[in-house]
């Protein structure tokens, strides 16, 4: 997708500015903080001491704030950057924490949903934003600097900037919701800071969500188009997306939950986010002419793309937006964090890109016991009332974590970043686990459903089926099939993708296969519905462990395990059988013993939608048939 040329190109063209405002002392007491304690967490036993290495050597309070104005590399848009750095001796250089978010004007940041506050009005106050308070957390929660990291980094000599979004904010532009010219600017703002004369030239990316999907796709980018090649040295992304199309479609099949996400940003988001940069831009006038005029033009003909039928992973428009094709040449040092029950931006968009990267690159993963929510999310009560589920925070194990990573990458201090290894997986009673890889070595456990809606480890009968509906017309079918294990005898881990083997007829040309895998503790009836409560270890009830689907219109191009990047194939023979082999979603879940796992086979499920065109599906389960294999570890 080509940039959409700005509304104020002329202005533009002859202002190339690069700082709004000529860098000036915070003036004390004009920072909101979050209460924030910026001192030093408990620390690991054995590690390096940070507050040793890494000390409080300068004040907060007398840190030099920039409100800066980037050029992008189309010669048009002008990136805004907000920026805090210590005041520091003549030639000394410091790093930089970037976190670029669509955010920082309509939901905020973190788990407290902070937004920046204005730093200045424009003449005559600033313009109402019609819409507003419905989707936007700002005008009670603004601060600065949202998130926490300026409180921590800047006194021990870290910068910390935080770049508006193409179209959000003060950033000119139109919102162009997951384009990969959202990458390049985060890119060319890198560069600009690694120009600066009190950088040190590494610049480390972080954030959660959309802003560590920025965080992700810069450090792909970069080596390919950045000036300063080296200048993005680590990056931190958070439950963040390595290919869009996996978060909204997987293996063909079209995720229900995503399908207006596209127009929250372009219309919805977009109409309430009004820029407030004020007299520091001279062009504000134009920007927020501008603003408007994207949702009807550059956001209407984006939403169209996501638009269904779209299942093609291969077309220009989902390339640009696949940063895991470019995964071999990231070389900044990078530390995922991802929830293991997180159905937002789901573990298949972690671990693809983890099996993606150089194996040489420093790497470290963390898949916590949790969904899509903030890691400095400080207690359950506060995770719950932010809509999340984290049964049990880590918030010092984070902020150490955290501090390690930069020290070690970014100030190229050894600080122990990789030495409690690679993987690290929290499990439901809140212990972490150690691999030295992901998906940890393992060997498949093979079990076949059977019509009784047994899975075991042989098959019996022969020549059996079930069948489920795929639409109205299929009356006669029940919704969905399930088949439930044996209790296990053990505690058993399973790691990575669990691959379903299925041999399956249609009654029409396609049809949507979603699986659910459920646990299923002692006492749980096999129809169950699932209970979030075991996310803490409680046994009264069934929880989802994960997911898995598959179209089968492109089931030729869709791989067992891995990434996989669908196209449109041959329809289906309405009642011939085919045989289609396609991958779950990514886990690290122990299955306690006397629990079981139960599959549940539908035509939709987990937020998806179904084809309506396969009428009744007939699944084979004799010998020779389905199976579903598990990745158990020995």
């Known amino acids: 997708m080509r940039p959409l040329r700005s509304l104020a190109v002329a202005g533009l063209a002859v202002l190339l500015a690069t700082t709004a405002a000529a860098a000036v002392p915070r003036a004390k007491g004009t920072h909101a903080t979050n209460t924030f304690n910026a001192a030093t967490p408990p620390q690991t036993p054995g590690l390096p001491d940070l507050d040793r290495l890494d000390p409080v050597k300068y004040k907060y309070t007398d840190a030099i704030v920039e409100h800066v104005q980037v050029k992008s590399r189309d010669g048009v848009n002008l990136v805004w950057v907000d920026l805090i750095r210590p005041r520091t001796a003549k030639g000394v250089r410091v790093p930089t924490i970037m976190m670029a978010s669509p955010y920082f004007n309509t939901l905020g940041r973190g788990y407290t949903e902070e937004c920046k506050k204005p730093h200045q009005s424009p003449p005559g106050g600033l313009p109402g934003s019609p819409g507003a308070p419905a989707l936007s957390n700002c005008a009670d929660h ?18 910390f900037a935080a770049m508006d979004l193409r179209g959000t904010r003060n950033t000119s532009g139109c919102q ?11 890119v060319d703002t890198a560069d600009w800071i690694a120009d600066q004369a009190w950088s040190n030239g590494r610049v480390g990316m972080t954030g959660g969500s959309y802003d560590g999907t920025i965080a992700m796709g810069a450090a792909a980018e970069a080596p390919l188009s950045a000036r300063h090649k080296d200048a993005i040295a680590a990056v931190i992304p958070i439950r963040a997306i390595d290919a869009w199309y996996d978060y909204h479609f997987i293996n063909g099949v079209e995720l229900d939950s995503h399908r207006a996400t596209p127009a929250l940003f372009t219309a919805a988001l977009a109409a309430a986010d009004t820029p407030n940069s004020g007299t520091d831009d001279p062009l504000y006038a134009a920007h927020l002419a501008e603003r408007k005029a994207c949702i009807a033009s550059f956001g209407a003909a984006t939403d169209a793309q996501y638009a269904p039928p779209y299942q093609s992973a291969d077309t220009a428009f989902w390339a640009e937006r696949n940063f895991r094709k470019d995964a071999k040449t990231v070389r900044a040092a990078t530390f995922f964090i991802h929830g293991l029950f997180d159905f937002n931006v789901k573990t298949i968009n972690v671990g693809n890109m983890w099996l993606s990267l150089p194996k040489a ?17 400080p207690t359950e009560d506060a ?14 194990r984070f902020i150490e974590a955290t501090h390690r990573w930069w020290l070690q990458y970014l100030k190229k201090v050894p600080a122990g970043a990789l030495a409690d290894g690679p993987v690290s997986v929290q499990r439901s009673n809140g212990a972490w686990s150690r691999s030295t890889a992901f998906p940890a070595s393992r060997s498949d456990l093979v079990l076949y459903p059977s019509k009784s809606g047994s899975l075991g480890t042989k098959t019996t009968g022969e020549g059996d089926s079930v069948q489920w509906t795929d639409n109205e017309a299929g009356a006669g079918a029940p919704v969905s099939q399930s088949f439930v294990t044996a209790p296990f005898s053990s505690a058993t881990r399973l790691s990575g993708q669990i691959q379903l083997d299925l041999k399956y007829a249609a009654a029409g040309p396609d049809t949507n296969i979603a699986v659910r895998i459920d646990d299923l503790a002692p006492g749980v009836g096999a129809g169950d519905k699932p209970d979030d409560a075991l996310y803490d270890g409680d046994e009264g009830g069934a929880l989802t462990v994960t997911y898995a689907w598959l179209q089968a219109l492109v089931r030729a191009s869709v791989k067992p395990r891995g990434p996989s990047t669908p196209v449109p194939g041959t329809p289906l023979t309405p009642g011939t059988a085919v045989v289609s082999r396609f991958p779950s979603l990514y886990t690290d879940y122990v299955v306690a013993k006397g629990h079981r796992l139960r599959f549940t086979f539908s035509n939709a499920d987990g937020g998806s939608l179904a084809s309506d065109a396969g009428n009744v599906v007939t699944l084979y389960t004799g010998p020779g048939a389905s199976s579903v294999r598990l990745p158990v570890v020995r």
Not at 142 to 159: L, N
């Open 383 to 396: 995770c719950v009332k932010s809509g999340h589920l984290i049964p049990h925070p880590f918030a010092d």
């Open 142 to 159: 603004q601060t600065a600097f949202p998130e926490w990291y300026d409180e921590y980094f800047v006194p021990r000599g870290y910068a």
């Open 176 to 186: 162009a919701y997951g384009d990969r010219d959202e990458v390049f600017d985060a």
């Open 361 to 377: 690159l420093p790497k470290k993963l963390w898949l916590m016991n949790a969904d899509h929510v903030d890691p400095r999310c």
